[in-house]
């Protein structure tokens, strides 16, 4: 069993499929105080500022997540439709590259453990990490796909932003939803795309569990 410290409906989603046992427990943190131009820094910034608060009331593993989505610069949640239909002009016949951080944190790490993760196949993983500090250990990485858009017409972008789908979602849009229909391909990991790099932390679970 571990803690969630993070709503969205998508992760959650990807976990109980997978199988794991968790909770939800929404952070209190404002996420918006990490800024950073570096997707790595920002995405594993955010992912741990979400993550402390929960581990601290709970004082069990708690995993912290977040995505952003980086083309020409990062894109997060839209905030108005005018921003959202940008978005969408934007990706229109490009790619750009999807970046999910994952922060795990937990009291305490055997030294056994530690080298069975780090033996772990990274796959499409970048930035792995794992920091020993005095109040709890912390593991960082982050999942990346890059992800190839065909052509959006305008009729399509206003028609889309009419709807409640861009505003959750980091670039404003859900490749799992009405906008996979503009998705001709991806590469590496679909998964941290949809929100969660499911695969690697599924495996690093595994590994705490023993």
């Known amino acids: 069993?571990?803690?969630?410290?993070?709503?969205?409906?998508?992760?959650?989603?990807?976990l109980s499929q997978a199988g794991l046992s968790f909770k939800v427990v929404p952070s209190t943190a404002d996420e918006d105080e990490i800024v950073s131009s570096d997707p790595h820094i920002l995405t594993l910034g955010k992912?741990?500022?979400?993550?402390?608060?929960?581990?601290?009331?709970?004082?069990?593993?708690?995993?912290?997540?977040?995505?952003?989505v980086f083309g020409s610069h990062i894109y997060e949640k839209p905030v108005s439709a005018e921003q959202?239909?940008?978005?969408?002009?934007e990706f229109s016949e490009s790619s750009h590259t999807v970046y999910s951080g994952v922060t795990i944190l937990l009291k305490t790490l055997s030294l056994e453990h530690e080298k069975q993760i780090e033996q772990l196949n990274k796959g499409n993983i970048e930035e792995f990490k794992i920091i020993r500090g005095n109040e709890h250990v912390v593991i960082q990485f982050v999942g990346v796909c890059k992800v190839h858009f065909t052509k959006i017409t305008e009729e399509e972008i206003q028609q889309y932003v009419l709807t409640k789908e861009p505003y959750d979602k980091a670039g404003g849009y859900g490749a799992q939803s009405v906008a996979g229909k503009w998705i001709w391909g991806f590469e590496g990991d679909y998964n941290s795309v949809v929100g969660l790099p499911l695969s690697y932390l599924c495996s690093v679970m595994r590994v705490l569990s023993k």
């Open 1 to 14: 069993m571990f803690v969630l410290a993070s709503t969205s409906p998508r992760r959650a989603q990807l």
């Open 47 to 68: 992912a741990f500022h979400k993550a402390l608060p929960v581990f601290s009331s709970t004082q069990q593993i708690t995993v912290g997540c977040d995505t952003i």
């Open 84 to 89: 959202a239909a940008q978005f969408l002009r």
